[in-house]
């Protein structure tokens, strides 16, 4: 609800594998779709945590320009069972990228237990 028209959404389910349920969706015109693809997603499996976060950044980072803010929004509990990605290799993925590639990474906890250290890494 707190996105603006003009906003574009991106979004990747993962469990045992990465999959794009939405790429590049105009919320002008895909809010509603936005919404239903949203609400058909539950956690259940594997996670390929690392691999998805990774393919999210990498995606926005090839979009990045001249005013545009781009940020990966990651749901999760911090859990990683699946990914072919390392947890360092994937922060150092992502290191130099808040203010050089235009792209942030936030974590969200997502149940009780959820992992805050790999989070705040």
Do not use: C
């Amino acid at each position: 609800e707190m996105l603006h028209d003009r906003d574009r959404l991106s979004l990747v389910a993962f469990s045992s594998q990465v999959t794009w349920a939405a790429k590049d969706l105009p919320l002008a015109t895909g809010r509603e779709q936005a919404r239903r693809t949203i609400d058909t997603y539950f956690a259940d499996g594997g996670t390929a945590l690392y691999d998805a976060t990774l393919e999210a950044y990498r995606f926005l980072e090839a979009q990045a320009g001249p005013g545009v803010i781009s940020a990966v929004v990651v749901l999760t509990d911090g859990e990683d069972t699946e990914s072919r990605t390392a947890l360092p290799q994937l922060l150092e993925a992502i290191a130099g990228g808040p203010e050089a590639a235009g792209v942030r990474v936030f974590t969200i906890g997502y149940g009780k237990g959820a992992n805050q250290k790999v989070m705040e890494e």
